[in-house]
């Protein structure tokens, strides 16, 4: 991931993982394509904010995924794309999203729709941003992620107009912002470790 200017990261609260010292697997995503977009320079502040040593991060950026045609796509889980081992590692999400028209960017389905199996069984905490936070875009997507089997944690962040917040340092806000996802990542943790456990030792079929 790119390197923030923030003199100090934060500590996170992760919860404990008691059946394995492997530290957590998490991909924080940037899900805006176009010009001169929030979502980068959000995704490394909440990437770099996550880091732990009981967690590891893979920011994924959906502008660089090179995701093939989507003539190709096929329900249930097309061609491996450039980015399916980086999801398919990941124990759980952090998905960064604007809205736009009372949604998410196109960009963001296609890497969704993309892959299947890489997302089941596994937690996300949506961080969404906007002129109002962001908030329609964060529950379209937890719709969407219903039907690929993917927890979304009751605590998500909705930042107001983060671009006001944007300076040479990168995205830098208010301390209450950074508590609540500080609280969105300690839930996340808990749902990445029970469902890790979940799918090594009791495997879902129907």
Same mark, same amino acid.
């Given at each position: 991931m790119s390197e923030t200017n923030l003199a100090t990261r934060p500590t996170v609260p992760t919860g404990t993982d008691h059946d394995s010292t492997e530290p957590l697997h998490? $991909?924080?995503? /940037? #899900? &805006? @394509? =176009?010009?001169? =977009?929030? &979502?980068? $320079? @959000? +995704? %490394?502040? /909440? $990437?770099? =904010? +996550? +880091?732990? #040593? +009981? @967690? %590891?991060v893979d920011l994924i950026d959906c502008a660089e995924a090179g995701l093939p045609d989507d003539g190709a796509l096929r329900p249930g889980g097309s061609e491996a794309s450039t980015v399916a081992g980086r999801l398919d590692a990941a124990d759980a999400f952090v998905i960064v999203t604007p809205e736009y028209n009372h949604s998410y960017p196109a960009g963001l389905k296609r890497l969704i729709d993309w892959h299947y199996r890489e997302w089941m069984f596994k937690p996300a905490t949506i961080l969404s941003y906007g002129v109002q936070g962001g908030l329609l875009a964060a529950e379209h997507l937890r719709g969407v992620f219903a039907e690929l089997h993917v927890v979304t944690t009751r605590r998500g962040v909705g930042l107001s107009r983060p671009w006001e917040q944007l300076g040479p340092a990168g995205f830098q806000p208010p301390a209450a912002t950074g508590a609540a996802f500080d609280a969105a990542l300690h839930e996340l943790a808990w749902w990445a470790t029970t469902l890790r456990t979940a799918r090594r030792d009791r495997p879902y079929a129907r």
């Open positions: 998490l $991909a924080v995503i /940037a #899900g &805006s @394509v =176009r010009d001169q =977009r929030m &979502s980068r $320079a @959000v +995704a %490394e502040w /909440a $990437a770099f =904010r +996550a +880091a732990t #040593g +009981a @967690v %590891e």
